[in-house]
T-cell receptor
């Protein structure tokens, strides 16, 4: 079983719809992150959390929200999806000061 | 200026070649440094951590130069299977309060051809 699991793997949705991406981990890490990847732009940080109910904005948080109700789960929501949110989304976890462990990504298309 | 910068390439090299990538970072107070490998549409995977003393793992060698604020990755005897995007990650200090967070370069594309 994967240590960091993202659901769904692929999602196609329409403009204006609300959508939630889920991330769960079995690594016992306190730190969890959501990144977005676009061609040529690398991975950009959306939100991160260092503990339950700790929420911090990243580089590109506008249009997104997150929830961290349990150590093992960190969900990302798009309240009203728009086409330029079409991207590959990655969840990651880490121990303090250590490297990131990634989920296998969610490919989101907004039409 | 972006906080973590990489030459996007692509670096197009023949099998058996030696190739090196650099990654520069803007903040001298940066902490940990890592190299990741990413295959097309897959998740990034840790290749190696980077230390001031340098570290080697088989054909791969990573170095950190704090004085010039860059890290490097050297790949010797390139294989076809080394074709991928190589991402550097720097744990950057916060701009205004907050915590150190991992920040990615845009990645360097490597293509190894027969």
């Amino acid at each position: 079983d994967a240590d960091v699991t993202q659901t769904p793997r692929n999602r196609i949705t329409k403009t204006g719809k609300r959508i939630m991406l889920e991330c769960s981990q079995t690594k016992g890490h306190d730190r969890m992150y959501w990144y977005r990847q676009d061609p040529g732009l690398g991975l950009r940080l959306i939100y991160y959390s260092f503990d339950v109910k700790d929420i911090n904005k990243g580089e590109i948080s506008d249009g997104y929200s997150v929830s961290r109700q349990a150590q093992a789960k960190f969900s990302l929501s798009l309240e009203s999806a728009i086409p330029n949110q079409t991207a590959l989304y990655f969840c990651a976890t880490s121990a303090t000061g250590s490297y990131l462990h990634f989920g296998n990504g969610t490919r989101l298309t907004v039409t | 200026r972006k906080e973590v910068e990489q030459d996007p390439g692509p670096f197009n090299v023949p099998e058996g070649a030696t190739v090196a990538f650099n990654c520069t970072y803007s903040n001298s107070a940066s902490q940990s440094f890592f190299w990741y490998r990413q295959d097309c549409r897959k998740e990034p995977k840790l290749l190696m951590s980077v230390y001031s003393s340098g570290n080697e793992d088989g054909r791969f060698t990573a170095q950190l130069n704090r004085a010039s604020q860059y890290i490097s990755l050297l790949i010797r005897d390139s294989k076809l299977s080394d074709s991928a995007t190589y991402l550097c990650v720097v744990i950057l200090p916060p701009n205004r309060g907050g915590s150190y967070i991992p920040t990615f370069g845009r990645g360097t594309s490597l293509i190894v051809h027969p």
